[in-house]
């Protein structure tokens, strides 16, 4: 008896002078089509994604790896396209020559992949994250030799610098050993003093295909990256763990978002690095989102949080893993759930996968989308060459 009216107390109390949560306002977008990049007929373009830089006039930069149709992982060079007029034309795709697949003296072929451009403001340059493929006689793929891959391209010049590896600790918090480490379509946040909080995933052990996600934060001086700590772990057991965590801040708090092989997870936290519990994404009315086995990641934009998917029930059962369409919802930042009725389609189904998508944001009002079509050598359009495709959105007043 005593211990229900304690109970009691402690909760009137907690509600007398906890912060009142956020009343969730509906934001209006409007979504702009911009001229999409055809691949070949060997080619496709896939984990294709833009940097905005500022200059004048300011250019759009899109990095895209050159991907055979024939079995999965079969990345090889890496290109990149210029648009100077708003994505209303642009360049023809051309190679990064310090970004090449390339065969090592131990007769391992190396190639950067999973890419993520974005503009670095403190320093002015366009830094690229993501990860390593590495194929044994530039075949059979290892992932133990994964590392985090980064460049630096000298806005300036329009020129790339050599690829470079990100050095983390041999082990995580807990002990285990930190291998097949990489930052694979991650999305980041870059601190006003420069400093860059990066997701990235990694084994705690070499005979087992589980990942943990983390945020480390890493100087960078416009040439180097460099860990300097990183916060909390965060897996699970089932399937292939957690991975390719996607970070944002909004109105003073971030948030992750993670993959799962049966469902996508999100969380939040104050400082970027360490974060509350899990949980699963699902719908303000509380059914399961139903985005798996792909990425999701985030917009931000007016005065909304946004998230960005793909999912199971939209009449596409013949896609993959349900990877189109391409859909955009908001989230309320207090529930952590996406808003049903916000939920709009981004992309339209047309018979390819579009779970790797990217998003460059512009300015606080504007954002674009990039996505490459993954046609995988099926369906109808199997014969037909892929394209990369922009989405330009902002604030529908």
Known sequence: MVRNIVMIILVCL???FAPAAEKFQPAALKFESRTSIDGSKE??????RTAFVPLDPPL???TMSETGRAGTHNFHDIYQSISRDDGKTWSEPNPISSLKRTRQTDGYEVAPGDLWPTFHAKTGKVLVTGKTFNFEDGKRENRLREKVSYAVMQTALGEW????????PEKDHAGNPIVVVNAGCTQRVDLPNGDILLP???WRDAKKHNYTSTVARCSFDGELLTYQEHGTELTIAKGRGLYEPSLTEFKGTYYLTLRGDDSGFVTR???GLHFEPIREWCFDDGTPLGSYNTQQHWVTIGD???LVYTRKGAENDHIMRHRAPLFIGQVNPSTLQVVRSTERVLIPENHATLGNSGVCRVSDNESWITCGEGLLGLGKRKAETNKVLFVKITIDR
């Open 269 to 271: 936290g104050k400082d």
């Open 304 to 306: 909304g949080l946004f």
């Open 60 to 62: 759009l930069i899109t």
């Open 43 to 48: 080619w496709d373009w896939w984990q294709a």
């Open 200 to 202: 990235v995933r990694y």
């Open 14 to 16: 907690w509600q007398a």
């Open 161 to 168: 610098g050599p690829m470079r590896f990100l050095a983390l």
